[in-house]
């Protein structure tokens, strides 16, 4: 089975915080994606990769950069933590999207 | 982005009785997959739909594809307490609808 493991189940950092979520899969997928997951708005893309370097934004990439160095690694930064990114956030790779996309385990980030 | 809506955004069903999940997208979709995320846990994937009014089943699920490839649906019969989680319908690539909240009252 492909695992994509996302480093932290539960994250709490400080306001301005420069914040790393970490994923990895281990299924040589070329494909990663970012979403954050809010009550009463499902998932919303933040942003996602092709291939290594590659990135492109999603809907929602502002307060967000990411870096994929290798291709089994997809970080999410928060470059300086707010109140309003306190949410769930969700690490999917896929082979192509045919395959359908799996998850990580989510992070649960909170900023105070 | 891409719009996907997906509705009721909640439901709560006697065990034994039939649910289902509606989603609509504006534009055509190339293709539409469904996950199913328990309480606390992470979206799973069930299925994808590719053809224009394509049916597939998994025992008690049934998954369609409108002709148009703009909607779909989700119905499950003879719901179990198994089933309870949200539905989410993800369009075309990367979009996810909203989710439907299935309760099942034992």
């Known amino acids: 089975d492909v695992k994509v493991t996302q480093s932290s189940r539960y994250l709490v950092k400080r306001t301005g915080e420069k914040v790393f979520l970490e994923c990895v899969q281990d299924?040589?997928?070329?494909?990663m994606f970012w979403y954050r997951q809010d009550p009463g708005l499902g998932l919303r893309l933040i942003y996602f990769s092709y291939d290594v370097k590659m990135k492109e934004k999603g809907d929602i990439p502002e307060g967000y950069s990411v870096s994929r160095e290798k291709k089994e690694r997809f970080s999410l930064i928060l470059e300086s933590a707010s109140t309003n990114q306190t949410s769930m956030y969700l690490c999917?790779?896929?082979?192509?999207?045919?395959?359908?996309?799996?998850f990580g385990s989510g992070t649960r980030l909170t900023v105070v | 982005g891409q719009q996907v809506m997906q509705i009721p955004q909640y439901q709560h069903v006697q065990e034994g009785e039939d649910f289902t999940t509606y989603c609509n997208s504006s534009?055509?979709?190339?293709?539409i997959q469904w996950y199913k995320q328990r309480p606390g846990g992470h979206p799973v994937f069930l299925i994808q739909l590719v053809k224009s009014g394509e049916v597939k089943k998994q025992k008690r699920l049934t998954f369609q594809f409108g002709e148009a490839k703009k909607n779909s649906s989700l119905h499950i019969t003879a719901t179990q307490t198994t089933d309870v989680g949200t539905y989410f319908c993800?369009?075309?690539?990367?979009?996810f609808g909203t989710g439907t909240s299935l309760t099942v009252i034992p």
């Open positions: 299924m040589d997928h070329e494909n």
């Open positions: 993800a369009g075309g690539q990367f979009y």
């Open positions: 534009t055509t979709l190339s293709n």
């Open positions: 999917a790779s896929s082979f192509w999207a045919i395959y359908g996309y799996t």
